[in-house]
C-alpha cells in the first residue's frame, strides 16, 4: 500500500466521522468510496451506527443539540439510500422490533421521528405506525411483526388517557405480558408512568436507546 | 373531573384590588425589579370554555360547525369564501376582547392578550396560517374549537420564501392596532394589558420550513434562515409599532426555544442567529415605553443569561414540569429580569386540591418574589385547567403576597 492509499479502516472512520460532522452534502459519496474500496455493507452500517452512537454521547455531554440529532438523522437516512439495497434484510433489526407511534388525538412527531432514527441505526427493527393511532393499530401491529416494545409518545396532556387505552387493549388481546412499553413526550412523568402502568420513561431520543436494549434485553 | 358551566368570581377578590395601588404601578414595579404593594398576577387564557364560563355566556358554536358532518360540508365548500371574507379573523378580533373581559372579571393584574387572526381553512379538518404552515383543525372535551394543531411546514426552499403570499403578514399590524385599541379603550384602566400574537423568530424560521428542513437549513444555508428572520425581526417592529399606538404597555414575545431536556439548538447557534434582530425588538419596544417580557416553554436555563442581554424585561413560564426551579433562575438573572409564570398546569391548576393550590402560590412567592422582579401566572394554557382552581391561586396571592412577605 503506497502512502496515496486509503486503508480500508480509513474508510470506515471517514464513514463514522462523516455522520458525527453532519455531512450532509457527502454521506453518499463516502459510503460510495467506502463500498468501491472493498469495505463490506454490514461493516459500513456498523460504521455509521458507531458514528450515530458517537452523536448521542456530544448529545449528552450537552455538545450537540436537539437539531442536531435530527440533522444527524438526515445524514443517516441519506447514505442509507446507498446501502439498504446491499445488505440482508435481518442485518437491521438485530436487537429486537419495536413499534412506535404517537398516541390518538395527538400528531407531534418530532421526538418520535428521532426516537426511530436512533432506534434504527443502532440496531432495531422500527415499526412507525405515525400519528393519532388508534389503540387497534396498536395491537394488531405487535401482533403482525411480533414486537418486543412498543414507544408510545404523548406531547398533549389532554391526549394522556389514550396511553391507559393502549395498555388495556394489549391486555385484552392477551399481548401485555410479551410486550414492554415505553412512553416519552412533552407531558410524561414518572408520575403518569407509574400511574399508566407502563414500563419506562424516556426524557430524549438518546435516552430512548438505552431504555430500549434494556426493555429488550440486548 | 366537571366544572359547574358558570364559575362565580369569590367576594374575597372584589374591591381589595384598587385600594392598595393600582395594577399599572403593581406590575410595573414587579417589571422593573422593584417592590410593589403585592405580588402581581397576570392571566394566559385561551381557551374558549373556560373564558365563556368566567363570562357566563356560550361562545360561538365554532367547533360544533367545523365538526358537524352536516355543517362540516357547507364549510368544505366555502372554504375560500371564509378565508377571503375573513370572517374568521373578526372572530379572532372578538376573541381577544373576550378573553380580556374574563381576565377583568376574575381580578388579575395583568392579562397575556393574543390576538391570532392567522388562520386559514383547506376544509372542515385542515387549514394552513399565515406563516406558511399547515394543521389539524381540534376541538376541546367540550366540542370547542382549539388552538389548531401543528403538522408541519409549507416553505421549503429560498424560493418558496420568495413565492409565498406575505400581504396579510403585512396587513396584520393594522388590523392588530384596530383590535387593541378596542381592548385598551375598554380594559386599560382596569388591567395591565400585554399584547402578543403567534410566533417568534424561532419558531417563524423553523415551523413553515419543519424542523428535518430547519435542521438542514440551519447548518447549510444560513443565509436563507436569517432573510426569514430578518423580515420576522422587521414584521415584529411593526406590530411594537401598533400596539404603542393603540396604547398598549407591554409585550409578549412568544417564541418556544426550549423543550424539556433544554434549547432545541445551541445557545451558541441562537446567539449567532437571533441575538441582533432580538436586540432590535427589545430596543424598540423600550423606545416605545413598552416593557418586554420573552415566553418560552421548556428548560430555559442555557438561554437566561442570553434573554438578559438581548435586553427583554422578563422571562414567562418557568415550567416546574421542564425542571425549572424560580429560587435557581432568580439566582441567575433575578437581578435583571422579571420571572413571571411557574404556575403548573399539569396537575395544580388541573386537579390538585385548594391547600395543593395554595401551598404551590406561597412556595413560587417565597422563591422568586422577595424584592419584586416576580409576576405570578400559570406556565400556559391548557384546556384542563379548572377555573375554580384559577380563583383558588388568585385568593392564595392575596393571602401570601403582600411585601413584605412573609419568612
Known amino acids: 500500500m503506497n502512502g496515496k492509499e486509503v486503508s480500508m479502516g480509513e474508510h470506515l472512520e471517514t464513514v463514522k466521522k462523516a455522520i458525527v460532522d453532519l455531512e450532509l452534502e457527502d454521506i453518499e459519496k463516502i459510503v460510495s468510496s467506502a463500498l468501491d474500496a472493498g469495505e463490506e455493507p454490514q461493516a459500513v452500517l456498523d460504521a455509521m451506527c458507531a458514528g450515530m452512537g458517537s452523536v448521542g454521547e456530544l448529545f449528552d455531554q450537552g455538545e450537540y443539540f436537539l437539531v442536531d440529532l435530527v440533522l444527524a438523522g438526515e445524514v443517516m437516512k441519506e447514505g442509507l439510500k446507498v446501502l439498504e439495497p446491499l445488505l440482508e434484510a435481518e442485518s437491521m433489526g438485530q436487537k429486537g422490533t419495536v413499534v412506535l407511534f404517537t398516541v390518538k388525538g395527538d400528531v407531534h412527531d418530532i421526538g418520535k421521528n428521532l426516537v426511530g432514527t436512533m432506534l434504527s441505526t443502532s440496531g432495531f427493527k422500527v415499526v412507525d405506525l405515525g400519528v393519532d393511532v388508534p389503540k387497534e393499530k396498536v395491537v394488531d401491529a405487535v401482533r403482525e411483526h411480533s414486537a418486543q416494545a412498543i414507544g408510545m409518545s404523548v406531547l398533549l396532556t389532554s391526549m ?20 414492554k412499553i415505553a412512553i416519552g413526550g412533552a407531558c410524561t412523568t414518572q408520575q403518569l408512568a407509574d400511574k399508566m ?19 429488550c434485553g440486548s | 373531573m366537571t366544572e359547574p358551566s358558570h364559575v362565580e368570581k369569590p367576594l374575597y377578590l372584589e374591591g381589595w384590588c384598587c385600594l392598595l395601588g393600582s395594577r399599572t404601578e403593581r406590575v410595573l414595579a414587579a417589571l422593573e425589579l422593584r417592590e410593589p404593594d403585592r405580588v402581581p398576577t397576570m392571566d394566559v387564557m385561551e381557551e374558549y370554555a373556560n373564558i365563556y364560563k368566567i363570562l357566563g355566556r356560550r361562545p360561538i358554536p365554532l367547533g360544533f360547525l367545523f365538526s358537524n358532518k352536516y355543517t362540516g360540508r357547507v364549510i368544505d365548500r366555502l372554504a375560500p369564501l371564509i378565508n377571503r371574507s375573513h370572517v374568521m379573523d373578526r372572530e379572532m378580533d372578538r376573541f381577544s376582547y373576550d378573553r380580556t373581559a374574563a381576565s377583568v372579571k376574575m381580578g388579575y393584574d395583568a392579562s397575556w392578550v393574543m390576538h ?11 387549514g394552513t396560517d399565515i406563516y406558511g404552515r399547515y394543521y389539524d383543525v381540534v376541538f376541546d372535551r367540550e366540542g370547542n374549537i382549539g388552538t389548531p394543531m401543528y403538522r408541519g411546514g409549507l416553505i421549503k426552499s429560498p424560493a418558496d420564501w420568495d413565492a409565498w403570499d406575505k400581504r396579510d403578514l403585512l396587513r396584520f399590524p393594522a388590523r392588530t392596532n384596530v383590535a387593541f385599541s378596542r381592548i385598551i379603550k375598554d380594559f386599560g384602566n382596569d388591567i395591565f394589558v400585554m399584547a402578543g400574537f403567534l410566533y417568534g423568530l424561532f419558531e417563524n424560521s423553523w415551523q413553515p420550513l419543519g ?22 425581526e422587521d414584521h415584529f417592529c411593526m406590530m411594537l409599532e401598533a400596539w404603542a399606538d393603540a396604547g398598549v404597555p407591554g409585550a409578549i414575545y412568544t417564541d418556544d426555544m426550549a423543550y424539556r431536556s433544554g434549547p432545541m439548538i445551541s445557545p451558541r447557534m441562537m446567539r449567532e442567529l437571533y441575538t441582533d434582530s432580538l436586540s432590535r425588538i427589545t430596543e424598540t419596544a423600550h423606545r416605545l415605553g413598552m416593557k418586554i417580557v420573552a415566553h418560552s416553554c421548556g428548560n430555559v436555563y442555557a438561554l437566561l443569561e442570553w434573554l438578559a442581554e438581548c435586553g427583554f ?19 441567575m438573572v433575578g437581578d435583571r429580569l422579571c420571572l413571571v409564570g411557574n404556575m403548573d398546569i399539569t396537575r395544580i391548576l388541573v386537579d390538585a386540591d385548594r391547600e395543593e393550590v395554595f401551598q404551590a402560590v406561597r412556595e413560587s412567592i417565597q422563591a422568586a418574589g422577595k424584592g419584586g422582579g416576580y409576576i405570578l401566572a400559570p406556565t400556559n394554557s391548557h384546556p384542563d385547567i379548572s377555573v375554580e382552581r384559577l380563583y383558588w391561586m388568585l385568593e392564595a396571592v392575596e393571602e401570601y403576597g403582600y411585601y413584605p412577605l412573609s419568612a
Open chain 1, 197 to 215: 402502568g407502563v414500563d419506562a420513561l424516556g426524557r430524549d431520543a438518546v435516552e430512548a436507546v438505552r431504555i430500549f436494549e434494556s426493555l
Open chain 2, 211 to 232: 424542523f428535518e428542513r430547519f435542521a438542514v437549513a440551519v447548518h447549510k444555508e444560513k443565509e436563507f434562515i436569517s432573510r426569514i428572520i430578518k423580515f420576522y
Open chain 2, 116 to 126: 391570532v387572526p392567522i388562520w386559514r381553512f383547506d376544509n372542515s379538518k385542515v
Open chain 1, 160 to 179: 394522556v388517557d389514550s396511553i391507559s387505552d393502549v395498555v388495556s387493549a394489549l391486555s385484552a388481546a392477551g399481548l401485555r405480558d410479551g410486550v
Open chain 2, 313 to 331: 424585561d422578563g422571562v414567562h413560564a418557568l415550567e416546574p414540569t421542564a425542571g425549572i426551579e424560580l429560587a435557581t433562575v432568580k439566582e
